[in-house]
């Protein structure tokens, strides 16, 4: 067999977009369609809360009480590269980039802020295969959400790699970049309740 037809095929969006709309829970990472594992409740609450937590004060107009200036989605096709086809936990652009929402299948403009929320089956691309791309592709802001250790990391893009800017606990209150108009306990990402002064501030 020649090396050009044992070379492994890549997937490309299009594979991606190939599976039925019903079943399609699929990434092309590194060129590989994977699916995306069964959300347990810790991670679909935690992806609830750090979205409603965060797109409350932002994903809106600038102006007004609050900042603006973002839109936000759930579980959106992102294309980064031809054979990086992601679909995050939230994802974040702001509007000054992205005068409106795509309506496009994949979104092939580059996110300004992305969060993943860690599942067991599949943390080891989040934490690297995923994060290798979002730092090559020069996204802003990556938070990681890890509901096992209740844990809350947020990444910022430098010309040198990703920087650390935030390692949180369940116990912090924090204000996490880009978004810091908001105080963010990061227990109430997992199983704590917000008292209502920390919801208004």
């Keep these: 067999m020649s090396g050009a037809a044992s070379a492994r095929r890549l997937a490309t969006a299009d594979d991606l977009l190939a599976i039925p709309e019903r079943e399609r829970f699929h990434e092309v990472i590194g060129g590989e369609l994977v699916r995306k594992a069964m959300p347990s409740g810790p991670h679909g609450r935690a992806q609830l809360r750090i979205g409603s937590r965060i797109s409350g004060p932002y994903d809106r107009r600038p102006g007004g009480r609050w900042p603006g200036g973002w839109w936000f989605a759930t579980e959106v096709e992102v294309e980064l590269e031809?054979?990086?086809?992601?679909?995050?936990?939230?994802?974040?652009?702001?509007?000054?980039?992205?005068?409106?929402?795509?309506?496009?299948?994949p979104i092939r403009v580059r996110p300004d802020w992305v969060c993943e929320v860690l599942s067991p089956s599949n943390s080891r691309n989040d934490l690297f295969k995923k994060l290798r791309t979002y730092q090559h592709c020069k996204v802003p802001h990556y938070c990681i959400v890890d509901p096992e250790t209740e844990t809350l990391m947020v990444y910022r893009w430098t010309t040198e790699g990703y920087l650390l800017v935030l390692a949180a606990e369940r116990e912090d209150r924090v204000r996490p970049e880009p978004f810091d108009a908001i105080v963010l306990k990061v227990g109430a990402l997992f199983d704590d309740d917000e008292d209502e002064e920390e919801r208004q501030r």
């Design 82 to 105: 031809t054979h990086e086809v992601y679909r995050p936990d939230v994802t974040g652009w702001l509007r000054e980039r992205l005068p409106e929402l795509l309506r496009e299948v």
